[in-house]
């Protein structure tokens, strides 16, 4: 048994541990903006070496307002890209794409105007003018009308160029963008905001999410694997070395050019880590029903078909995948296994109780004939003595009514010997006078009241 269980156990470890045939070519992840903290995990699993660990190459490539990832993807110009959950809208039959894993647990997009616009609620945006993109988060805000009973087509949407400026100057009266980076750099020029977040109406949406086409995703699963593991890996020490990431964010190119420097990279490190959540969920973490909820959402908009379905958009990983026939068997090996154990705990318990039934009964069989032996030996003796004594014996049995009599007894009483004497017969002999004390002994002895009584014989 301990041999087979050895052999299963092997068996199991080797199926379980992935192969890693990784390959040299360098995966390029397309980032959704220039370089800034929103990046910091890729940052961290580039320059500590977490990549080159897994053995892969990554490259890393800044984007900006005029790239969408998702495009550069289904260009092929980048392998892996980070976007938001806009990127199930673009999930197609013929470019099938992939969401790996979710940074963001909540969505960074806000609403931001100046206090002087008095623009507290989703109905004060009614007649105003927007800063805002489909794919930078106008859809979410969306779903927020959507659920207030606003039309959308009552606020004038126009593309966004330079938040700050275009909000500072006066020629949009809000914006929608990252509470993680605007409303600092609106402040740094004096002025005072209001934001109206999603979440307080409703609409929690994830934030950042990493994602690729399906053919890259499982072309090389032990490659997506390894990309994940690295990544999550980067995010868990950028939270725990913030400082260092922030000086290393610094030196990248462009990062000072647009206004950051290190207070300012601080204040967005904290904010990320709000949305990130590291403390109460597992950096990367990803539920399909929050998928659902999402797609439901897109669908009663209006932008999303009703029969996209969430099938084969949420990637699953080798280990998942193995565990999905691997615990039938697992679980019918466990039933297995405790039905066995069970058996044998009864089988041994049973032959524990026949073995202590089996020594009680030969015990009591020898104390039996121990009893017997020692009872014949005691009538061989009370013989002997009745005998030697020359004294006449007569004993009565209650439960049987039969009596025995020493020869000795019969020759005095005159009777022939081994005559079967009753009670009767007994008090025949006996005295006239003692007669009733002796039938009134006869009667109490019979209910248990024993006492000892002489008796004269005629």
């Known amino acids: 048994m301990m041999r087979f269980l050895l052999t299963l156990y092997v068996f199991l470890i080797t199926i379980i541990t992935p192969s890693h ?53 289904l260009k092929g110009n980048a392998d892996i890209g980070i976007f938001d959950p806009n990127v199930v809208l673009r999930n197609t ?39 805002a993109d489909q794919d930078q988060g106008w859809n979410i805000f969306k779903a927020v009308l959507l659920k207030e009973g606003i039309k959308s087509d009552l606020i004038d949407v126009i593309p966004r160029k330079n938040d700050s400026e275009e909000i500072a100057n006066g020629k949009a009266d809000a914006v929608v963008t990252y509470i993680t980076t605007q409303p600092q750099r609106l402040k740094k020029l004096g002025l005072s905001v209001n934001m ?9 949406f994830y934030g950042d999410v990493i994602f690729t086409t399906k053919s890259f995703a499982y072309n090389n699963p032990e490659r ?16 725990e070395h913030e400082d260092e990431l922030i000086n290393y964010i610094l030196t990248l190119p462009g990062v000072k050019a647009h206004g950051n ?80 154990v069970v058996i044998v705990v009864i089988n041994w318990q049973l032959r524990k109780v026949v073995k202590a039934k089996t020594a009680e009964l030969s015990a009591e069989v020898e104390n039996r004939k121990s009893a017997e032996l020692m009872a014949k030996r005691n009538e061989e003796k009370l013989k002997l003595a009745i005998k030697s004594a020359n004294i006449g014996v007569w004993d009565w049995d209650v439960g049987s009514k039969k009596a025995f009599v020493s020869k000795e007894w019969c020759e005095r009483l005159g009777i022939e010997y081994q005559q079967k ?14 007669k009733l004390v002796a039938l009134k002994s006869f009667r109490a002895f019979k209910k248990g009241n024993k006492k000892r009584q002489i008796f004269r014989l005629d």
């Open 261 to 340: 420097n290190k207070e300012f990279l601080k204040i967005e490190a904290q904010e990320v880590k709000k949305l990130v959540m590291p403390d109460l969920v597992q950096i990367g973490h990803m539920n399909i029903g929050r998928w659902q909820y999402m797609l439901q959402i897109y669908q009663q908009l209006g932008i999303a078909d009703k029969k996209i379905t969430l099938k084969d958009f949420i990637y699953s990983s080798e280990e998942e995948n193995l565990s999905k026939w691997l615990k039938p068997i697992l679980y019918s090996a466990i039933i297995a296994f405790v039905i066995i």
């Open 224 to 239: 997506t694997d390894a990309f994940i593991r690295a990544t999550l890996k980067g995010w868990q020490y950028a939270f």
């Open 21 to 73: 045939a990784i390959g040299k070519d360098t995966i390029k992840l397309q980032l959704k903006w220039r370089h800034q903290f929103q990046f910091a995990g890729y940052y961290a699993a580039l320059i500590k070496g977490y990549y080159k660990e897994e053995g892969l190459n990554v490259e890393l490539i800044p984007g900006g307002p005029n790239s969408s990832p998702v495009q550069e993807i």
């Open 196 to 204: 109206i977040r999603p979440v307080e109406y409703g609409v929690d």
């Open 93 to 131: 039959k013929a470019k099938p794409l992939v969401v790996l894993s979710t940074i963001m647990q909540s969505s960074p997009y806000v609403i931001i105007s100046l206090k002087s616009k008095n623009i507290l609620k989703p109905s004060d945006l009614i007649g105003k003018t927007i800063l």
């Open 421 to 434: 004497l009753s009670q009767v017969n007994l008090l025949d002999f006996i005295h006239p006078k003692d």
